[in-house]
């Protein structure tokens, strides 16, 4: 039985893998531009380069996160963001795209995240989670108007 089980996990975890490399691949010039936005946020996020903000939030952002009470808006995420890099880093991080959808210049963006991160004690986790992202075309470019999620509960 326990064999069977894990058959069955592995054989999830590699059709989960699978329709993410399947869907990227078919993805239009648009939805694609899409994801380069959103790995050059998780990347600056990274670099800890708060200029993502500036460059790619829209001034009405309204964004709820997991472990948030409420809704905060672009100026919670600029006082707040640079308190909680100061707290750790990332050391190493992946994103799996799930999907994006384009109406118009409205983009509703959902993807998987694993990060692996040290606290200011030094101590390490690896965390999982998920987001919605919308984002809005403001004349050239995708911006982040409001998004939804975070780190998935620990078990």
């Known amino acids: 039985m326990f064999g069977s089980r894990v058959t069955r996990a592995i054989l999830f975890v590699c059709m989960a893998l699978f329709s993410s490399v399947v869907a990227a691949q078919t993805w239009n010039a648009e939805q694609q531009e899409i994801w380069r936005t959103e790995e050059l946020q998780w990347k600056m996020s990274l670099e800890k380069d708060h200029s993502w ?15 948030k009470t409420s809704p905060q808006t672009k100026a919670s995420l ?66 982040f108007i409001a998004w939804s999620g975070g780190d998935d509960p620990k078990k």
């Open 53 to 67: 903000i500036e460059k790619m939030v829209h001034p009405n952002l309204s964004f709820w996160e997991n472990d």
């Open 78 to 143: 600029v006082r707040w963001n640079r308190y909680n890099a100061s707290m750790g880093t990332t050391l190493e991080q992946e994103l799996f795209p799930i999907s994006i959808v384009v109406t118009g210049n409205i983009a509703v963006v959902q993807y998987r995240y694993m990060v692996a991160r040290e606290n200011s004690k030094k101590e390490r986790e690896t965390v999982n989670g998920r987001y919605t992202d919308i984002m809005v075309k403001d004349g050239k470019h995708w911006m």
